[in-house]
């Protein structure tokens, strides 16, 4: 294949069933060009894409995408083509967020500035919610779960409310538990994008689904090198935190 064809299909054919509805497709396109299928419903224009997208496979003939055979495209060879169906059905309780959360992971060069300039652009209803507990609490839990007394694990968050009304977001924060369900009744309601940040006590745990017996070993090693590390006031406050909660 030509280094400067983009697309190239030699005899694509496709059948379903008895009914033939690619014959012989040949097909360049060189790389940079614009093209446009056109053809009345039936012509097999879908079919045709959906045989380059790998989605179908092609009764006889073949394909080739991005100097690759388009029966063995994968995902990463995906994050490099842009490919809307005519047939988008997410589901009913998805929302814009949970919709772009379910995205991200697909395109490893996701654009995040542009994403939130888009959301903004268009008022999506995105809603965001972060919770600063001014630490990095999952390493910070890791190493004590491993007996380790936790280290250089604290972390200057800046005021994330400010940060999102700069950028043309409601921002609302709660400093207080009274707080946070009239912020979020507002943020909700809200027919634009809205941030609402909780502050959290860093004390506060987050338990795992399920917990081994590693695990309270290593709390409980923690817990005497705190002890012995004058911390026991530390520790009593932690169980203020989790067992009055």
Do not use: C
């Not at 999102?164 to 994008?193: I, N, T, W, Y």
């Not at 004390?203 to 817990?223: C, H, N, R, T, W």
């Amino acid at each position: 294949m030509d280094t400067q064809t983009t697309i190239e299909s030699q005899g694509l054919t496709k059948k379903f069933g008895k009914t033939e509805a690619l014959s012989g497709v040949g097909l360049e396109v060189p790389d940079g060009a614009i093209y446009a299928l056109v053809g009345a419903n039936g012509a097999g224009k879908t079919t045709l894409i959906k045989l380059l997208m790998n989605i179908l496979r092609p009764t006889a003939g073949s394909a080739r995408v991005l100097g690759m055979d388009s029966q063995r495209l994968r995902g990463r060879d995906l994050n490099r083509i842009g490919y809307v169906s005519e047939n988008q059905e997410f589901p009913e309780w998805m929302t814009v967020g949970g919709m772009l959360a379910y995205l991200r992971p697909f395109y490893p060069t996701w654009d995040g500035a542009l994403e939130g300039q888009l959301v903004r652009q268009f008022d999506l209803p995105v809603k965001l919610i972060v919770f600063n507990n001014s630490a990095l609490a999952f390493v910070e839990l890791e190493m004590k779960a491993a007996g380790m007394l936790d280290f250089a694990t604290d972390l200057r968050n800046p005021d994330f409310a400010k940060m999102a009304e700069a950028a043309g977001v409601l921002g609302f924060k709660a400093d207080v538990p009274e707080q946070v369900r009239p912020m979020l009744a507002q943020a909700l309601s809200h027919p634009g994008p809205a941030l609402v940040e909780v502050v959290v006590d860093r004390q506060e745990l987050a338990l795992p689904p399920s917990i081994k017996l590693d695990q309270v070993k290593g709390f409980s090693l923690f817990m005497m090198k705190a002890v012995l590390d004058g911390r026991a006031r530390e520790l009593i406050d932690l169980a203020k935190v989790n067992l009055t909660r």
